[in-house]
């Protein structure tokens, strides 16, 4: 079956303007995840969606950063006004109920670049 | 605050020997670990996994073992094969979802 999903692959982008990333998880997986990873450094966790409840936020940067997702299928990843520390991959990882000993796969990433 | 390092950004090994990645971690709540590996352009793929309960996992030619009391965790690969040369992350996740990973380490098997 298909893996996680996203696109673009690619973003170059105008600082100042907005971005919208999107993710298709794998079908039948409940739980959603975004991941920044800024060059030469680890991903970082943003946000978690898991079925209907209310989704973590605890790891979005600032509130220039704004994720939703549709039920239980694709997110989107919007960053308003962009910086040119917001320059990362993006990339979205899914799994199946959401709990910590589960597998997350991962989708090949969004390179964004803010000029 | 950096809760899981991997202090050694690059490693590399002849092919047909072991290779050791390690990992250090300080929130004393993670409960499970992962090894992910990453090739360019690619998201990061699922390699093994260890519950905070054992000490050691195989699977195949790669092993992970989870020392608590140091708070460290390495994976051995043996034997290295060319094809092994990538990114590895370590993560942690403390009884949740979210994943904590580490910087990296660039792995280079040489023929």
């Known amino acids: 079956g298909a893996g996680v999903s996203q696109s673009p692959s690619n973003k170059v982008t105008e600082k100042g303007k907005d971005v919208e990333l999107r993710c298709d998880p794998i079908s039948g997986h409940t739980a959603l995840y975004w991941y920044r990873q800024r060059l030469g450094q680890g991903l970082e966790f943003l946000i978690y969606f898991q079925g209907n409840s209310a989704p973590d936020k605890s790891g979005l940067p600032s509130d220039r950063f704004s994720a939703e997702r549709t039920g239980e299928s694709v997110s989107t990843l919007t960053i308003q006004r962009t910086q040119q520390e917001d320059s990362a991959v993006y990339l979205c990882?899914?799994?199946?109920?959401?709990?910590?000993?589960?597998?997350?796969?991962f989708g090949p990433g969004t390179r964004l670049l803010v000029l | 605050d950096q809760q899981v390092k991997q202090n050694s950004p690059s490693l590399s090994v002849q092919e047909g020997r072991i290779s050791i990645l390690n990992c250090d971690y300080t929130?004393?709540?993670?409960?499970?670990f992962l090894w992910y590996k990453k090739y360019p352009a690619e998201g990061p793929t699922f390699l093994i996994s260890?519950?905070?309960?054992?000490d050691k996992n195989e699977d195949g030619r790669f092993t992970v073992f989870l020392n608590k009391s140091a708070k460290h965790l390495s994976l051995h690969i043996v034997p290295s094969q060319p094809g092994d040369s990538a990114v590895y992350f370590c993560?942690?996740?403390?009884?949740?979802?979210?994943?904590?990973f580490g910087e990296g380490t660039q792995l280079t098997v040489n023929p």
């Open positions: 260890i519950s905070s309960i054992k």
């Open positions: 929130n004393s709540m993670f409960d499970y």
């Open positions: 993560a942690a996740s403390a009884g949740g979802s979210r994943l904590t």
């Open positions: 990882a899914s799994s199946l109920g959401g709990t910590g000993s589960e597998t997350q796969y």
